[in-house]
C-alpha cells in the first residue's frame, strides 16, 4: 500500500470532492442538452387543459412525470409506468395515450387533456364523471382517471355506443378491483343508455 495514501486521506479527498461536485450543480438552470444530431430546449411550452404551461423538462422525461411531479396534475396515476394498466391515460388531441410511455417533448404543439381538465368551466362534473359515482363505479379509485379518458374519448367519438364497443374502448385500462361492470354501465348512463 502506498504509505501517501492512508485510509483517512482517502475519506478527505472522496468527501472534498462530493462537496465539490455537489455545490457545482446547487444552481440547476434550464438549459439544452445534446441529443444525437441536435440540441433540445428543455425549457418548453405544452398546452394542457387548454392553458400554455412553461416547464423545464428533461429530454428523457415522460408526460406522465412532468404532469403529476412538475404541473402537479395529480388525478393522471403513474400505475405500472410502462404502458400497460391504463392509469394514466390522457387525451392528446383527444386520442387516448399512455402518459406514462410518452415523452412530454414529443407534445409541444398537441393539445393534452387530463381527467382536470374534463369538468365544466363551473367545475360540476364531466357527464361521465357523473355517471360514474351515479353507477358506483369506482372502488379503489385508482384506475378512474384512466377509465374516465378513455370513456370520455369514445363518448366524443361515438355517443351512442354498444355496451360492446364501451367494452373495446376501456379494454386498455386495468381495474384491479375488477369493477368493470360497474364501468361499463357508467359509459352506458353517460350515453344516456340504462344499463
Do not use: W
Amino acid at each position: 500500500m502506498n504509505p501517501q495514501l492512508s485510509r483517512r486521506r482517502f475519506i478527505k479527498t472522496v468527501i472534498a470532492s462530493s462537496v465539490a461536485a455537489a455545490s457545482h450543480n446547487s444552481f440547476p438552470v434550464a438549459k439544452a442538452h445534446h441529443v444525437g444530431d441536435g440540441y433540445v430546449d428543455r425549457l418548453i411550452t405544452i398546452i394542457v387543459n387548454g392553458k400554455k404551461r412553461r416547464v423545464d423538462v428533461m429530454p428523457q422525461e415522460t408526460l406522465a412525470y412532468t404532469l403529476r411531479y412538475k404541473l402537479g396534475l395529480t388525478g393522471t396515476k403513474i400505475g405500472c409506468n410502462r404502458g400497460e394498466c391504463g392509469a394514466c391515460t390522457v387525451l392528446i388531441d383527444d386520442v387516448t395515450n399512455y402518459s406514462c410511455s410518452t415523452l412530454t417533448h414529443s407534445v409541444r404543439t398537441r393539445n393534452v387533456t387530463t381527467v382536470e381538465g374534463v369538468q365544466s368551466d363551473d367545475g360540476s362534473l364531466h357527464p361521465v364523471q357523473q355517471a360514474f359515482v351515479d353507477e358506483l363505479s369506482p372502488q379503489c379509485g385508482f384506475c378512474t382517471p384512466g377509465q374516465v379518458m378513455s370513456a370520455v374519448a369514445l363518448l366524443r367519438e361515438n355517443p351512442n355506443p354498444t355496451r360492446e364497443e364501451a367494452r373495446q374502448a376501456l379494454s386498455g385500462n386495468i381495474c384491479r378491483c375488477g369493477a368493470y361492470d360497474h364501468y361499463l354501465n357508467g359509459v352506458m348512463r353517460a350515453a344516456g343508455q340504462r344499463s
